[in-house]
């Protein structure tokens, strides 16, 4: 006889784990193709990754070392970068407006018919004359120290780094005229090694002509230091040599510093880096061997380099002053390193921010001045 409720019972007590057997089992289908499908991904995501890490290998290891030596002119390129040009859609002739101090954009022709842009920024006494553009040329020989400024690899005159040393230098009353070397800025022509140093020569000599007896002084920086010390070994031979020379975040020779640039980090450790790399870089005629340069530089040199710089590291710069100190006579002008600390985060651009970079300036150039007297002096007795 059943008992009333037995059908019921059974249904909840057996029914019931069935249910729950038969979801457990979806359940765990659902899981296994979850997972299943995660495995996939996992798979198809490291394939990938493995992929784009293949072709990255390959093209930095193989397809740039190749194309760099089967095409040595890419190095002339990569030394002058001329196209590089920050900021962009420069109006050189509205100079003011990005000087921010009285600023004459002109032209000049060298003798194999290049044409050179430069400014022309007035001594701070002067910002408040209101003096028209043809009176700037003769206002070179007032008795403010002149500064020629040589700037780096990359960009213009119109830099904003570069701006900055101007104004500093325009405050502490000096004239300072910024070139851009051939196929630079508004220049026209294409840069080489001879082609910017000639350039810088033609400015000089120029300025030399016109500057009375104004003090005279190069300012280069980075590779800018380079075409100063082989500008500067030109001008000594010839015995037309500046009061003083500033050398700005520079290096001991190109090869060093291309050895030493982030680009090259990649490739430092393979053993054709020399054949691959540095050798196409002699091959474009491109030496800028300052070490040996400035054994001939005789007035005095005050070398400036932040001890974080990335572009041109401390140690080439210590290589530098070394090299001043080591090579060049007793009866020269002396060499000075004035190094600036890490904490400070200059790097490779921003020395002219400095607070004490206007002092600095002017012990060297009181030296530079009182070497000058001397010299004179003794000339004068020797007569």
Known sequence: ????????????????????????????????????????????????????????????????????????????????????????????SDAEAIVHFPTRNFHLTTDDEIRLGLWHVLPGSLKEADISFDKYEALLNDSHPVVLYLHGNSGTRAGWHRVGLYRVLAEMNFHVIAMDYRGYGDSSGSPSEDGVVSDALFVYRWLRQRKGNAPFFIWGHSLGTGVTAKLAKIICRNDEAPDGIFLESGFNNILDAATHHPMASPYKKMPWFHWLFLDTITENNIHFQSDQ?????????LILHAEDDVIVPFHLGVKLYEAAVSTRPD????????PFNASLGYGHKLIFMAPELPDIIRKFMQLCQERKQKLLSESKLVT
Not at 24 to 47: C, E, H, N, P, Y
Not at 293 to 301: D, F, G, K, N
């Open 1 to 92: 006889m059943k008992r009333r409720g037995e059908g019921k019972s059974r249904d909840s007590v057996h029914g019931t784990p069935m249910k729950q057997n038969l979801a457990g089992r979806k359940s765990s289908s659902k899981s296994r193709t979850s997972d299943s499908l995660f495995a996939d991904q996992s798979k198809w995501f490291v394939f990938k990754l493995l992929k784009v890490m293949v072709i990255t290998a390959t093209l930095v290891y193989i397809v740039i070392p190749v194309f760099v030596k089967t095409n040595p002119w890419i190095q002339n390129k990569i030394i002058f970068l001329n196209n590089l040009r920050w900021p962009p859609f420069i109006d050189f």
């Open 293 to 301: 340069s400035i054994a001939e530089v005789s007035p005095p040199l």
């Open 331 to 338: 009866m020269y002008g002396p060499a000075e390193f004035v």
